[in-house]
């Protein structure tokens, strides 16, 4: 029977051994437990640790079994031999992508800078020998001032463009930028008043070349040494070893020889075609980033030992002459009322060709230093440089005998600077020198391309060829194991 309860529903219970009327409420246990679910009902939500448990369990029952381990073995080893190609590929496309920096951007720019260097340094020289000659100066001292600082304006243009906001030589360019128009300014008030025979041109020059030498040339150095840095940095990382490559390459090939192993003893079956064609895949990639490498890296140091490092120190070399060659003119723009420029010229000197008279390879000076780091294509070239100085530093010295103990001021003048080109002055001497360091330049320059121009486009070619290797290799090894899988069905 049924008797109201509570909100007055009624509940029915049912007599011992009499079956539970279809949609009756569930009686409560002994307790006020809550009853069990019944069968067929909605089953209970598992919590996330249970889950996690299951999918474990679902692995391990599936690794228990032969095909289950298969399966597994070539899932390892795919992701393996893919991430090997691709690892292998990314290590190589940024080497490749540094060693198109130092052909097209780091050496070019510190190539540039070291132009910029030399340009203003001759620039400046240049003004002096036109001064010193007044109204005889040929149009050829001219022109050669004008192109000089045409060069030093195009160049440094050029490098501000090609930097970025925030490299280190954006100060240097900007000061270059500012400084080089008042310096031309500096120079053509002097020129002006030379002609006209004011004396108060000397001063402008004097001041003009002071502002060469405390500003404009410390720039240059400082725009110089700073793209030499992003040369060597990008050489740096153009010549690194991609050990995570290697490492990845040895990690795969034993886990390729371990499957292998495993099969050997439990099938008594010699060779699998896939795991040996994936194995050889893996080694062919290996082998091809070792000797991609090599000769890359031999490339490399090729073009910095025999291309940029002698041209760091040829230019340097360089700049000192010049350097030396501007003392000499500004001694005789001063007509002797200071020996400030005999110092620098005697300065200047003993940084070119060393202190004392060491032997030539042991010398600390600019110049045998340039002898000694430059390729047999150039060492001619530089040697006669260094035999043309020895003649300078002759004629410098009889010059200044005429002016100290003649008193002879024209004609040591004459000795020193003319406008004749036939004439054997300290002028004439310095030309010869000059060419014959800019000959060789010019060697190593191309020297430096044809080692380095081939790198990037060998180390890419190789990028691609290991990424294709690692898929062949992925694909080869579930092809083998797939053969091995099909006997289980």
Do not use: C
């Amino acid at each position: 029977m049924a008797t109201p309860v509570g909100n007055g529903a009624p509940v029915t219970t049912a007599a011992p051994g009499t079956p539970a009327v279809r949609g009756a409420a569930p009686l409560a246990t002994p307790g006020g437990a809550p009853p069990a679910p019944r069968p067929g009902g909605a089953p209970a939500k598992r919590p996330p640790k249970a889950v996690a448990t299951g999918v474990r369990a679902r692995l391990a029952q599936a690794t228990r079994t032969p095909p289950g381990r298969l399966r597994l073995a070539g899932v390892v080893l795919a992701v393996l031999t893919v991430a090997f190609g691709g690892l292998t590929a990314w290590q190589l496309e940024t080497r490749a992508q540094a060693a198109d920096r130092v052909v097209s951007y780091s050496q070019p720019l510190s190539r540039d800078a070291a132009e910029i260097h030399r340009s203003l340094a001759d620039a400046a020289t240049t003004a002096a020998s036109g001064f010193l000659l007044a109204g005889a100066e040929p149009d050829s001292v001219r022109s050669r001032y004008e192109q000089d600082i045409a060069t030093a304006a195009k160049l440094i243009a050029q490098a501000a463009a090609r930097t970025t906001a925030t490299s280190p030589a954006q100060d240097s360019l900007a000061r270059l930028n500012q400084q080089l128009p008042v310096y031309s300014g500096l120079v053509e008030t002097a020129r002006a008043d030379n002609r006209q025979g004011i004396p108060l041109g000397g001063a402008y020059l004097r001041y003009a070349s002071e502002q060469m030498q405390t500003v404009l040339l410390p720039a240059a150095a400082e725009l110089a040494a700073a793209e030499n840095r992003e040369l060597a940095d990008d050489y740096a990382a153009a010549k690194a070893v991609p050990w995570g490559a290697y490492g990845l390459a040895l990690v795969a090939l034993a886990a390729l020889v371990w499957v292998q192993l495993t099969l050997f003893r439990r099938t008594n079956r010699v060779f699998n075609i896939g795991l040996l064609g994936a194995t050889a895949a893996v080694l062919s990639g290996a082998l091809w980033l070792t000797v991609t490498g090599l000769t890359t890296s031999a490339g490399l140091k090729q073009s910095d030992r025999e291309g940029a490092t002698p041209l760091r120190a040829l230019n340097s070399a360089r700049v000192d002459v010049l350097t030396a060659r501007l003392a000499e003119n500004l001694h005789f723009v001063a007509r002797g009322s200071t020996t400030r420029y005999a110092d620098q010229w005697a300065k200047a000197t003993e940084h070119l060709a060393g202190a004392g008279n060491p032997p030539p390879e042991r010398s600390g000076g600019s110049l045998p230093e340039a002898v000694r780091l430059a390729p047999e294509a150039a060492k001619p070239d530089v040697q006669e440089a260094a035999k043309q100085f020895d003649q300078w530093r002759v004629q410098h010295d009889a010059a200044r005998n005429l002016e100290v103990e003649h008193a002879d001021y024209q004609g040591a003048l004459e000795a020193t600077v003319t406008a004749k080109g036939d004439t054997a002055t300290a002028d004439v001497i310095f030309d010869a020198t000059d060419k014959a360091l800019a000959r060789a330049a010019d060697i190593e320059q191309k020297r430096f391309t044809q080692a380095a121009e081939g790198t990037r486009g060998d180390l890419r070619t190789a990028a691609v060829a290991t990424a294709l290797l690692g898929l062949v290799a992925a694909a080869a090894a579930l092809r083998g194991l797939g053969r091995r899988l099909a006997e289980y069905r």
